[in-house]
């Protein structure tokens, strides 16, 4: 029964953290999902230095954020971007992080 079982600590021991490898910094602070990350960007085996492009949407309180991205072996290159703060110019004067302006964004950065 549980009454008579002993309950033993798990003590790391200084071996323990001498051999410990801590994750990659991007993976630690959470922002990073390397195994999605693979996936997204791995080439096709016949195409060759063929560039694949994605689309990045980051959303915030206030605004919308899309970029369009491709990825290099010395990091990412942003080829364009656009923020939903640049629709006052097209007439939208409120609303930069609902739908309608994800949306707008999304056509203005395709532009």
Same mark, same amino acid.
């Given at each position: ?39 997204? %960007? ?10 694949? !492009?994605?689309?990045? #949407?980051?959303? @915030? /309180? ?15 290159? %942003? ?10 110019? !097209?007439?939208?004067? #409120?609303?930069? @992080? /609902? ?13």
């Amino acid at each position: 029964s549980l009454s008579t079982m002993a309950f033993s600590k798990v003590l790391k021991t200084n071996s323990y953290f001498k051999r410990f490898q801590v994750k990659f910094r991007r993976r630690r602070e959470g922002k990073t999902d390397y195994y999605q990350r693979k996936r997204l %960007i791995s080439q096709d085996k016949d195409r060759y230095n063929v560039r694949k !492009y994605r689309l990045i #949407v980051r959303l @915030s /309180n206030r605004y919308i954020t899309c970029q369009i991205a491709y990825a290099t072996i010395s990091g990412d290159i %942003i080829v364009t971007q656009a923020n939903s703060a640049e629709l006052k110019r !097209y007439g939208i004067k #409120v609303g930069f @992080s /609902n739908y309608a302006a994800a949306y707008a964004t999304g056509l203005l950065v395709a532009r």
